[in-house]
């Protein structure tokens, strides 16, 4: 990492971690990997206990096969991906990094072709491939070391007790809160190219974020500004739109919307 798991940290080092560029390549090592792993295991704890998993193959099936054509181009295909779908209602999808992806049963009811669900699951390919758990874990690092060191604590290892237990609260953290504004903005950039790249109507983009403004409103401005959350609904609308009017419209060759297949897909999900 860029902030050694068992470093003596002596100084302040609050603010230093930003976003990795969309694209090229990225400066994480082993030592990111390993904490990536354990955030992972430690959401898993949560999940295996509070969300069930949807009992029916052959849509755990469809949707694992529309993740795995994203990941066929996506940056990382050295890591193993898993793709489970969630037996509940809500309108969500989630990652926890390491390869893990969730998508909600009440999400796949409302969008609209096989191209949506596309593009929900290249934002959340988008977040493990940029690493954005591992940026939220350094981030949470600094400001707790940070503070230490202006308590007076001049030094801190972090051993494996410490490690879980940051991976612990990141995990917390993000399934409760998600992940940044940066972050999910960024993750709608990359997902929108990894689509693309996958052969996917990227004009359909756009209008998985109008499902969930029609379904569940707009964050206040305010609260997005105030808590660093993802940019309201009707912002990524328009930014989405116009991406894929300027950078993919016109190079898209018989783009692939998948509306037969998804309306299979929900016969069976139903």
Not at 32 to 43: K, N, S, T
Not at 148 to 177: C, F, K, R, W, Y
Not at 246 to 263: D, F
Request: aromatic share 8%; net charge negative.
């Amino acid at each position: 990492m860029r902030i050694p798991l068992a470093a003596l940290l002596a100084a302040l080092l609050v603010g230093c971690t930003s976003l990795p560029p969309d694209e090229g390549p990225q400066n994480f090592d082993a030592s990111d990997r390993r904490l990536e792993v354990e955030i992972a295991a430690q959401g898993m704890k949560s999940i295996d206990r509070d969300l069930p998993t949807l009992p029916n193959p052959a849509v755990q099936g469809y949707v694992r096969g529309v993740g795995e054509r994203i990941v066929a181009v996506c940056d990382r295909r050295d890591i193993p991906w898993t793709f489970t779908v969630i037996d509940d209602d809500q309108l969500n999808a989630f990652t926890i990094g390491d390869g893990k992806v969730f998508v909600y049963k009440g999400l796949l009811t409302r969008l609209e072709n096989e191209a949506q669900l596309a593009g929900v699951m290249a934002h959340e390919i988008a977040h493990v491939t940029r690493y954005h758990t591992v940026i939220t874990a350094e981030k949470q690092q600094e400001t707790q070391l940070g503070a230490q060191v202006l308590s007076g604590i001049a030094g801190v290892l972090l051993g494996e007790p410490a490690l879980a237990g940051l991976a612990a609260d990141v995990s917390t953290s993000i399934l409760t809160s998600g992940f940044s504004r940066d972050q999910e903005d960024q993750a709608d950039r990359v997902g929108m190219r990894y689509a693309f790249d996958a052969g996917y109507d990227v004009n359909e983009f756009p209008r998985i974020f109008e499902i969930f403004l029609e379904y569940g409103g707009d964050s206040p401005e305010l609260y997005n500004d105030l808590f660093g959350s993802h940019s309201t609904n009707a912002e990524r609308i328009e930014t989405m739109r116009a991406l894929a009017r300027t950078k993919y419209a016109p190079r898209m060759k018989n783009p692939v919307r998948g509306e037969r297949e998804y309306r299979r897909m929900l016969e069976r999900l139903r």
